[in-house]
């Protein structure tokens, strides 16, 4: 398996992306610093609502897509309260990306959104042309079109939320998209999983045990890699001061996310824990140099809490290979990416 290293570089407030293979060659860039090759196909599936670390997950996946590196194919909650169908269209709406298609789930779901409100807020600001959550397709409906319509073996998923996507979609049956069925449809088009879920080497997590049935189901099931971002990657990652201080960025749904939460809760006053953005970097960029892997699977009981089988394979957790420091200063500057 051919292995990417990314360099963001960053000059006169923009940012591009080299691509070195592991061998030492590098990918050709263009003037703007795109690289020119196929894009990394990207479904991204998030909770979209009780953390604002979405926010800045779908700012950096934007920033990325703005740079050439990622064909950006869905956005999926995982979450089901009304609204969040429209929030998705806001951020996909002002970073240049309105077309790109939405999904939500229409059976049993979590309904759970943030006690900020910046969710009403930037829906009351922002433009978005869908209203109600039942404007967007079923969720897993729209992963077996975007799956059925990918490349063989190209599709990077990206889990940011609940499991329970992914649980039905494995679960789900032939239809007008593909004759596969969902673990035979996942194994042939998707690559990898980066899912933020876990606490590694155990502990009890919040996307996995919002709907542990389904985390468990997913966890045993999926065919393809898994890599997780741990709740104890994130936590120390303190973000989003910089991207609330700085006057040059005006009328922004991400800004004003960050800017209402922060002031209201005292562990924020450093900035927010970034868990669901270290997925996205990680995702899109790969692990090095920031992260190592470390290989096994995952275990996960009924309460939602998880345990590590370092005899698995196939799945893989990161760990920490340089300081923090690093990681947020490149995610804080991220989150400011200006639409193109």
Request: glycine share 10%; net charge positive; with cysteine.
């Amino acid at each position: 398996m051919k292995k990417w290293i990314f360099v963001v570089v960053w000059t006169a407030g923009s940012c591009f992306a080299r691509a070195q293979k592991a061998d030492g060659g590098v990918a050709k860039v263009d003037a703007r610093g795109s690289i020119l090759r196929e894009r990394v196909p990207v479904i991204f599936d998030t909770d979209m609502g009780p953390d604002y670390d979405d926010v800045g997950a779908i700012a950096v996946l934007h920033a990325f897509a703005d740079s050439g590196i990622v064909q950006l194919l869905g956005t999926i909650a995982s979450n089901k309260y009304e609204g969040v169908a429209g929030v998705l269209n806001v951020f996909n709406t002002y970073f240049g990306r309105p077309g790109v298609p939405i999904g939500v789930p229409h059976g049993k779901a979590v309904d759970q959104r943030d006690v900020q409100h910046w969710t009403d807020s930037v829906l009351a600001r922002y433009p978005h042309r869908i209203r109600r959550n039942d404007e967007a397709p079923d969720a897993v409906s729209l992963y077996r079109k975007l799956l059925a319509g990918s490349r063989d073996h190209s599709v990077v998923v990206i889990t940011v939320g609940f499991l329970t996507n992914l649980s039905n979609l494995l679960r789900s049956g032939a239809d007008g998209y593909s004759p596969l069925g969902g673990v035979e449809l996942v194994k042939k088009k998707v690559k990898r999983v980066v899912c933020m879920a876990g606490s590694f080497p155990s502990g009890k997590e919040f996307n996995v045990r919002m709907d542990a049935d389904a985390s468990a189901y997913t966890f045993q099931h999926w065919p393809t890699q898994i890599v997780f971002s741990g709740f104890e990657i994130g936590k120390k990652i303190m973000c989003g001061l910089p991207l609330v201080r700085n006057s040059a960025i005006q009328n922004s749904p991400v800004k004003d996310a960050f800017r209402i939460s922060i002031p209201l809760a005292v562990s924020d006053s450093a900035g927010r824990m970034s868990w669901d953005e270290t997925a996205v970097l990680v995702g899109i960029a790969g692990p090095a140099p920031y992260y190592r892997l470390r290989q096994g699977r995952i275990v996960v009981a009924a309460d939602g809490s998880n345990v590590w089988d370092t005899g698995g394979k196939g799945q893989f957790y990161l760990i920490e290979d340089r300081p923090v420091g690093e990681v947020r200063d490149l995610i804080d500057r991220l989150i400011q990416h200006s639409p193109r």
